[in-house]
């Protein structure tokens, strides 16, 4: 049984993750530029249409909530990158992102890796949108940005993948112009050709990915349109 101090430190550590800022309890890329989203960014255009829904915490915009809630937007723009921060994978469920105002001479293949609900990204103009025009519903360019809106699903487009995925799988959008093919219950591992009754999760109705040999490999993104199993007849099973 607790002892009267021990009740105080209990409520102590309880009170202790409401206290603090939410950039130490979420996503450290919130804190790679001082302040908030800047005014009139999308992101802050975002946040304040979000009304009682969302709140601004750095450069972030988060759902409301008790406890920490998802990550809807993230503010980078005049933060003097030179390069797309390690620490951007931490937004992958942001709808909004701004990138503009700042040195980026190039946005790697996958950089945006796992971001599906994307829905307006702000680059500098140089840039091309990721993934391709063909990635997003509409891309508008001003005197220095290139806003690129409502991302597609690659699964549903009419460009053709460089390579379908294989038997006993289904297309899933990865993010803008990138793709996974996950295996249809109840197969698995390479190219989704094995089928193993004993490793089934029969309380799960997440399908697993198409393995490679490597969880590297598997996220594939050598081309647009392309990250999944290859066909490589030579690998085995």
């Known amino acids: 049984m607790l002892g009267a101090g021990g009740a105080v ?16 309890r979420g996503a450290a890329v919130c804190g790679l530029c001082p302040g908030l989203p800047q005014n009139g ?30 990550l809807l937007g993230l503010d ?4 003097s990158l030179h390069s797309v921060p390690p620490g951007l994978a931490e937004a992958t469920t942001a709808i909004v992102l701004d990138l503009t105002e700042n040195p980026l001479t190039a946005l790697p293949d996958g950089s945006f890796l796992g971001f599906v609900h994307l829905q307006s990204l702000a680059v500098p103009r140089p840039l091309e949108c ?28 009419s460009v053709e993948l460089a390579w379908p995925c294989p038997e006993n799988s289904v297309c899933a959008p990865d993010g803008p112009g990138l793709i996974q ?36 490999e598997q996220r594939l993104t050598e081309n647009p349109l392309s990250r ?7 690998a085995p099973p």
């Open 9 to 24: 430190r209990g409520v102590a550590l309880l009170l202790l993750p409401l206290l603090l800022p939410r950039t130490a």
């Open 41 to 70: 960014s999308i992101v802050s255009r975002f946040c304040e249409s979000q009304g009682s829904k969302a709140e601004s915490d750095g450069r972030c915009c988060w759902e409301r909530g008790p406890s920490p809630g998802r």
């Open 76 to 79: 980078l723009s005049n933060c």
């Open 130 to 157: 990721p993934g391709g025009s063909d990635a997003w519903q509409n891309v508008t360019v001003d005197r220095s940005s290139r806003l690129c809106h409502g991302q597609r699903n690659p699964c549903n487009s």
């Open 181 to 216: 093919c996950l295996c249809e219950s109840p197969f698995h591992g390479y190219k989704c050709l094995r089928e193993d009754e004993e490793l089934e999760q029969p309380h799960s109705d997440l399908p697993s990915p198409c393995d490679l040999s490597s969880s590297e």
């Open 228 to 234: 999944h199993c290859p066909g490589n007849s030579s």
